[in-house]
T-cell receptor, first 115, second 113 residues
Framework: SAVISQKPSRDICQRGTSLTIQCQVD?????MFWYRQQPGQSLTLIAT?????????ESGFVIDKFPISRPNLTFSTLTVSNMSPEDSSIYLC????????????FGPGTRLLVL | AQSVSQHNHHVILSEAASLELGCNYSYGGTVNLFWYVQYPGQHLQLLLK??????LVKGIKGFEAEFIKSKFSFNLRKPSVQWSDTAEYFCAVRATGRRALTFGSGTRLQVQP
């Protein structure tokens, strides 16, 4: 498995502002993933972040709203831009380990409340 | 697009009762299957996984799951639950050729002492 940390663990933000969430993993990984878990709902993939290339976004998510950086093999950031109350969620990063039998391991999440 | 269904949204059991949580997916190709658990106040943890081979897989804490290909199902079981099993359980599927997981809506399990 991997040890994954996220910062901040929680935040309360005003609408119209942006928040950058950091994800750090204790080993080098090719692929990192960003998910959103809205209140009372399951996890939805936002984007897949491969080091050295542009992130790949899922339907319904766009780079202008959720820009992602992946500067090296152990770190990624997700920015939630121009926030609205609908962005209130838990944001989780995960990493895939195990090669052909890849398993995803998740960070503790960032709980975001937008007022 | 693939989807994952967890039919039980909230399950309440007494300690020592048997547990079975349903998970069905819609995808015709080869899949990898996972169950994750989220204990209160904790982050998502892997419970067990299936890639190939024996369709009955065993995970941590006495949990097991059976992959039935003909039914597109991957139900989670435990013969005797404990109060400490109170948590939310998520089934997840990864289709061949994709890296990302598709999650079910989750089942909240409450075990009463």
């Amino acid at each position: 498995s991997a040890v994954i940390s996220q910062k901040p663990s929680r935040d309360i933000c005003q609408r119209g502002t942006s928040l950058t969430i950091q994800c750090q993993v204790d080993s080098q990984v090719t692929m990192m993933f960003w998910y959103r878990q809205q209140p009372g709902q399951s996890l939805t993939l936002i984007a897949t972040a491969n080091q050295g290339s542009e992130a790949t976004y899922e339907s319904g998510f766009v780079i202008d709203k959720f820009p992602i950086s992946r500067p090296n093999l152990t770190f990624s950031t997700l920015t939630v831009s121009n926030m609205s109350p609908e962005d209130s969620s838990i944001y989780l990063c995960s990493v895939g380990l195990g090669g052909t039998k890849e398993t995803q391991y998740f960070g503790p999440g960032t709980r975001l409340l937008v007022l | 697009a693939q989807s994952v269904s967890q039919h039980n949204h909230h399950v309440i059991l007494s300690e020592a009762a048997s547990l079975e949580l349903g998970c069905n997916y819609s995808y015709g190709g080869t899949v990898n299957l996972f169950w994750y658990v989220q204990y209160p106040g904790q982050h998502l943890q892997l419970l067990l996984k299936y890639f190939s081979g024996d369709p009955l897989v065993k995970g941590i804490k006495g949990f097991e799951a059976e992959f039935i290909k003909s039914k597109f199902s991957f139900n989670l079981r435990k013969p005797s639950v404990q109060w400490s099993d109170t948590a939310e359980y998520f089934c997840a599927v990864r289709a061949t050729g994709r890296r990302a997981l598709t999650f079910g809506s989750g089942t909240r399990l409450q075990v009463q002492p």
